[in-house]
């Protein structure tokens, strides 16, 4: 049992060692410059990419409402890292349709859960919906 925790740290020594000599290299160095450099890059356009995708998908939220000639109203838009989800009163059942369906139409390629109920003292449609971006090979990211 010694002899193997021996050998163990032997071998790790070696490859320690390795390992610096690698570091002082100034190719391996450049080159782990350059892949930190692009790492961030990465990491900052997937950060705009979300940005931009939370934005479009909250001016075709608000879109869908101002088009229904104030016959929705938006409460609550919520963005969570799979999707969004939308509180609402709509003053009719075929408003409520007409909103959804707008929605679906300019936001393609997300999958919908909806609900509503009437609102017992004024007959308003109160709802509730949820997008979730579909699963695809081609689709990795918020909006369409």
């Known amino acids: 049992m010694i002899s193997q925790s021996v050998s163990a740290y032997e071998s790790y020594k070696e490859g320690y060692t390795a ?24 990491r900052k356009l997937l950060q705009q990419r979300i940005a ?7 001016i075709t939220l608000l879109d869908g409402a101002m088009v229904n000639s104030q016959s929705i109203g938006l409460k609550q838009i919520t963005f969570t890292d799979d999707g969004f989800s939308v509180d609402g009163v709509a003053s009719t059942e075929e408003a409520y349709q007409e ?8 936001l393609q ?7 509503q109920e009437v609102e017992r003292d004024s007959q ?17 990211s918020m909006g369409s």
């Open 99 to 106: 909103y959804i369906n707008y929605v679906r139409a300019h």
């Open 124 to 140: 308003h449609q109160l709802f509730h919906l949820d997008g979730y971006k579909k699963k695809s090979a081609n689709t990795d």
């Open 52 to 58: 931009m995708n939370t934005q479009l998908v909250t």
């Open 19 to 42: 390992y610096e000599i690698l570091t002082q290299n100034s190719d391996y160095r450049t080159v782990e410059v350059q892949y930190n450099a692009l790492q961030e890059k990465g």
């Open 109 to 115: 390629g997300w999958n919908y859960n909806g609900k």
